[in-house]
């Protein structure tokens, strides 16, 4: 029988634990979890400040789902370092956890500055886990000034979570637009300008240079005073484990489309990765919550003895602020096609007879549809583009491949 | 496993089927009541122009995007079928971002809602092929 470890429980294990038992039923499975927590949907902490949800149904799996599944859940334990020849996990339970497979799924963690002055600030979080979005909800009251440092996905979806339940918010960010990871200039100033009349207020192209308790001086001159601190710069894949022993890392550790790392016997999946991104052509981090469980189920088949590879992965988002919807996938490296109008912008980006990326801003009805043609390389000459710029539809797919996607007799 | 599928050279293209999906999901016995002067919300959509067209609703996939996506875990496939709990569901669209069918809408509500086949409402089977006046959508057995 095998012994399966990971480390990390999110849902990179989560989709890790599937996989295994895709194959294997049998199998021992041990999870190595630091937070003291069963696997929550991490993502929907801003929803639970907001009111949206408790941290009840935050569970991501139902409440029997790891005896169901036959898990030996270390909860509140961290893994300190991996024997690859002996093939031991060690804990700081001062266990040894003995592996035949191991995969990696440890996440990453907040990236902070050496700010100067930073520890000043009585009242500084991050926005990551669900113990974060506690202890931030504890210190916040009608009359809280809130400053989130990071106009990110992170720091943006924290503005929305706690808006009603706080006095004032300021956001900053070094970078010229919000959200710039993911939007262009115009996509951003939509979306500013939407969460500027939900009563954000922005200070871009700028962000604190230092901190003196309550009162951050800013690069550009001015100060902002506030009473709770957010940090949502960055993150960093926890890649130590693996790069202790050798592996191969990058930014992220190295994995090919079977999610093997370069040591042998063991894997890794989820935001601590660095897999193949199918829209560049080449590996990078996709810190997405969808490819954390696809690596992850991809690294179970195959620890299991089975085959499976994961070789689509694109980039891709949806996300909302205050009831507006923007969506965003692949990538933005070709020529742009454009739908507007009021309310809505729509923008396609195309490049050797492929989609190859779009983003959407306030129509995002069966974006999928455009999704699945840049995961699968639809050739753009088989589809009525300029009706799919209109709306998405699969009735824009020639006769054959739309009987082919709707079981053959259409 | 038995699925919905649609006939689109016997589509009429009438909508009935979209009515009848909203009629069987509201939870109410009588028809006028659940859909007069409202804005529908059916699980099934009607895509096409006038010469073609056929309803769309969920594939129950044997490998779902939606349930992998899901950053709640709302989606769940049970005994074939996809269904979400919308409990826990936020209403975040990835499974609009994800799903290749576009099979997925808001309910009313915000939250998100699918075809799960009537299986579980007061109609028991699915309303749209039980309403369909010229049979073409078929809930069958196929490869």
Same mark, same amino acid.
């Given at each position: 029988m ?11 294990a ?17 999870? =190595? ?21 408790? $941290? ?14 036959n ?7 961290s ?7 002996? *093939? ?6 001062g266990? *040894? ?23 000043? $600030? ?12 506690l ?10 000034? $809130?400053?989130?440092? %990071? ?37 951003? #100033? ?16 700028? #962000? ?20 709770v ?6 993150v ?6 693996? *790069? ?43 810190? =997405? ?53 009021? %309310? ?11 989609l190859?990326?779009?983003?959407l ?20 000459d ?29 | ?66 349930? *992998? ?6 989606i #769940?496939?049970?005994d %074939? ?17 994800v /799903? ?22 007061? /109609?028991?089977?699915?309303?749209c092929?039980l ?13």
């Amino acid at each position: 029988m095998s012994n399966y470890v990971i480390v990390g429980n999110s849902h990179a294990a989560i989709g890790c634990i599937e996989g295994i038992r895709s194959v294997d039923k049998e199998g021992s499975i041990t999870v =190595i979890s630091k937070e003291d927590h069963k696997a929550y949907s991490r993502p929907l902490i801003s929803y639970l400040l907001e009111g949206k949800t408790d $941290v009840e149904r935050m569970h991501y799996r139902s409440e029997d789902y790891y005896e169901k599944q036959n898990v030996d859940l270390l909860l509140g334990t961290s893994a300190l370092n991996i024997d690859k020849e002996g *093939k031991t996990v060690t804990t700081d339970k001062g266990g *040894k956890i003995p592996y035949d497979s191991l995969c990696v799924a440890t996440g990453s963690t907040p990236f902070v500055p050496p700010f100067e002055g930073l520890d000043t $600030v009585e009242k500084k979080f991050s926005f990551m886990t669900l113990d974060d979005a506690l202890s931030l909800e504890k210190s916040l009251n009608k009359d809280t000034r $809130v400053l989130i440092v %990071g106009a990110g996905l992170i720091g943006l979806k924290c503005a929305e979570g706690i808006k009603d339940l706080v006095k004032d918010i300021t956001v900053c960010d070094l970078a010229d637009r919000i959200l710039s990871s993911i939007l262009d200039s115009e996509c951003a #100033s939509i979306m500013q300008k939407h969460l500027e009349e939900n009563g954000i207020k922005f200070m871009l192209s700028d #962000s604190a240079e230092k901190f003196d308790v309550n009162k951050a001086y800013m690069k550009s001159g001015t100060t902002v005073e506030f009473d709770v601190l957010v940090l949502a710069i960055g993150v960093r894949a926890n890649i130590s484990l693996v *790069k202790d022993i050798g592996g191969e890392v990058n930014r992220g550790i190295v994995v090919d489309t079977k999610m093997k790392t370069s040591v042998s016997d063991i894997y890794a999946a989820g935001d601590c990765s660095e897999g193949y991104d199918s829209s560049i052509g080449s590996n990078r981090v996709l810190a =997405i919550l969808p490819n954390a469980y696809m690596q992850g189920f991809t690294a179970g088949v195959n620890m299991a003895g089975g085959e499976k590879v994961f070789d689509n992965a694109i980039p891709m988002n949806s996300i909302g602020f205050f009831g507006l919807h923007v969506m965003t996938a692949g990538s933005y490296d070709g020529e742009c096609f454009e739908e507007k109008r009021e %309310g809505v912008l729509k923008r396609f980006f195309v490049k050797d007879n492929a989609l190859i990326g779009y983003m959407l801003i306030g129509e995002t009805d069966r974006a999928g549809i455009y999704t699945s043609m840049i995961r699968d390389r639809v050739p753009l000459d088989s589809v009525d583009f300029e009706l799919l710029k209109k709306v998405a539809t699969t009735f824009a797919f020639s006769d054959e491949n739309r009987r082919k996607k709707f079981g053959g007799v259409v | 496993m038995k699925r919905i599928y649609v006939n689109e050279e016997w589509c009429l293209g009438c909508h009935l089927c979209e009515y009848n999906c909203a009629f069987a999901n509201s939870g109410l016995k009588d028809m006028a009541n659940a859909l007069k002067g409202k804005q529908i919300y059916p699980r099934i959509h009607v895509e096409g122009d006038d010469k073609i067209s056929y309803g769309v609703s969920c594939r129950h996939c044997e490998d779902p995007m939606c349930v *992998k996506s899901c950053i709640a875990g709302a989606i #769940s496939k049970e005994d %074939g079928v996809v269904r979400i709990d919308r409990s826990k569901c936020v209403g975040c669209l990835t499974c609009v971002l994800v /799903c290749p069918y576009g099979a997925l809408a808001p309910s009313e509500e915000g939250t998100m809602q699918k075809c799960e086949l009537c299986l579980k409402n007061s /109609c028991g089977e699915p309303a749209c092929v039980l309403g369909c006046p010229n049979k073409a959508i078929v809930y069958e057995e196929r490869d």
